[in-house]
């Protein structure tokens, strides 16, 4: 339990993921103007994106928890470990921070602030992968807090590092990046269209790793 008061959990959480997307959205600018090979350019956007986790978890993670994830949240409620009283305001902050993200990049690159991306992202394999990529992210999560929870930090940023290659939608696995990601006609982009079946696929996910995880991780008991 933080010793932090819910405003302050709360305002982590809105700084969190506001750097987290404004990261994302960003460096994926960045990396399209300079280079036209779309692998160099994901690579661009996968680094930083992995080393800003090490960072903002290290950072505010003793705040709030470092959730920065509707994903994640919902998963720690399943688990009662956190009450819909703070389920709610945690979700309404990282997508309002997301947000404040995408439109802080944009001020940046010196782009129109107000956008809607016409990137399509849809079909069985991009929400397979997205329920694939958000198992991954909780189970890392789960299994540091279980085995080496000083380690959490690393472990998520090298997972999503990983998880942007080996899965085909690029590792969204986060409901509030995936909203605010639908606000910028830029290379990480998602059309706003594709986003309920993105967000369904994460939550699967998240569900499926509470449970499963969860059972892998408890020890048998002696008879």
């Known amino acids: 339990m933080s010793e932090y008061d819910l405003p302050r959990r709360l305002a982590a959480e809105f700084l969190g993921t506001g750097l987290l997307v404004c990261t994302v959205v960003g460096s994926g600018i960045m990396a399209d103007k300079l280079s036209d090979d779309v692998a160099v350019s994901l690579l661009g956007n996968t680094i930083p ?16 928890g470092a959730h920065f994830n509707p994903a994640v949240t919902f998963a ?7 009450a819909m009283t703070e389920v709610v305001p ?19 690159f010196d782009l129109p602030l107000l956008q809607t991306s016409t990137t399509v ?13 958000t ?9 540091g ?44 982009g998602i059309r706003p269209v594709d986003l309920p079946g993105f967000i369904v696929a994460e939550l699967i996910g ?15 008991r002696a008879s």
């Open 49 to 64: 994106t992995g080393a800003i986790l090490v960072v903002l978890i290290t950072i505010l993670g003793p705040i709030s």
């Open 76 to 82: 720690f409620w399943l688990k009662r470990q956190i």
């Open 90 to 108: 945690y979700v309404i902050l990282q997508i309002l921070g997301g947000i404040m993200g995408t439109l802080i990049a944009h001020a940046m």
């Open 121 to 133: 992202r849809t079909g069985s394999a991009q929400w397979i992968a997205e329920v694939v990529a």
């Open 135 to 143: 198992f991954g992210l909780l189970a890392t999560i789960l299994g």
């Open 145 to 188: 807090l279980k085995f080496r929870e000083d380690a959490i930090p690393w472990l998520v940023g090298l997972y999503i590092t990983a998880a942007y290659w080996f899965t085909a939608s690029t590792s969204f696995a986060n409901p509030a990046v995936a909203i605010s990601r639908s606000f910028t006609d830029t290379f990480s």
């Open 206 to 220: 998240a569900a499926i790793a509470v449970y499963l995880i969860g059972w892998l991780l408890t020890p048998k």
